[in-house]
């Protein structure tokens, strides 16, 4: 593989790594390899062999990369930003195919919902009514990394991860706005990958 093509691959591997019970020991059992093995595999250490791609997405449970670089069509689940403040709830079950979708491509396989921005908080990377897609099985906080969290109450935002500053979860805005008071336990809901201006 191309080190685009293989970082590519380990990238859906890392993220799938976030789902619940998906761990890389779990991954090495499944695979009949040593731990080990893993671990040198998402560093870029070890080669991902062709024959183990099928049965790490059996693993995971979501589909591999495609081989043209993901210019498949799909179409994402258009949600409130009330139903994302509920997917912070482990108890609540949001049944994603009662929404409207948009379609869109070039998003790599995995679990995607897309939010109407609202507000400037945002505006450096996303203005006002564009739209973000939100990689559900992505959770890994990155420094600078874009997420949509919820806190205690269910009430979910759209942030960018500054983890040395005081309130670690900012805004990216031309105005000065401050970070959201947010109450109690925050909890990631998912990563956001891409922000385009619907049209």
């Not at 890389?24 to 991902?48: D, E, S, V």
């Not at 049944?95 to 908080?121: F, M, N, Q």
Request: with cysteine.
């Amino acid at each position: 593989m191309k080190n685009s093509e293989t970082e590519r691959y380990l990238e859906w591997i890392r993220a799938g790594l976030t789902q619940p019970g998906k761990t890389q020991i779990g991954l090495a059992r499944h695979l009949n390899i040593a731990h080990p093995q893993i671990t040198q595999l998402l560093k870029g250490r070890r080669r991902l062999k062709v024959d183990e791609v099928p049965r790490i997405a059996d693993y995971l449970g979501i589909a591999a990369p495609t081989d043209d670089g993901g210019d498949e069509i799909i179409r994402v689940p258009l949600v409130s930003w009330v139903s994302a403040g509920e997917m912070a709830d482990q108890a609540a079950v949001v049944d994603l195919d009662d929404y409207p979708t948009v379609t869109v491509s070039r998003l790599h396989p995995s679990r995607w919902i897309a939010l109407r921005v609202d507000g400037p908080s945002m505006n450096k990377i996303s203005p006002p009514d564009s739209l973000i897609f939100v990689d559900l099985n992505d959770k890994r906080l990155v420094s600078n990394g874009c997420y949509v969290i919820a806190d205690e109450t269910g009430a979910a935002t759209y942030k960018r991860y500054r983890p040395n500053d005081d309130r670690p979860f900012q805004p990216a805005s031309y105005e000065d706005i401050p970070a959201p008071h947010l109450e109690g336990a925050i909890t990631v809901i998912g990563r956001v990958r891409r922000s385009i201006i619907d049209m």
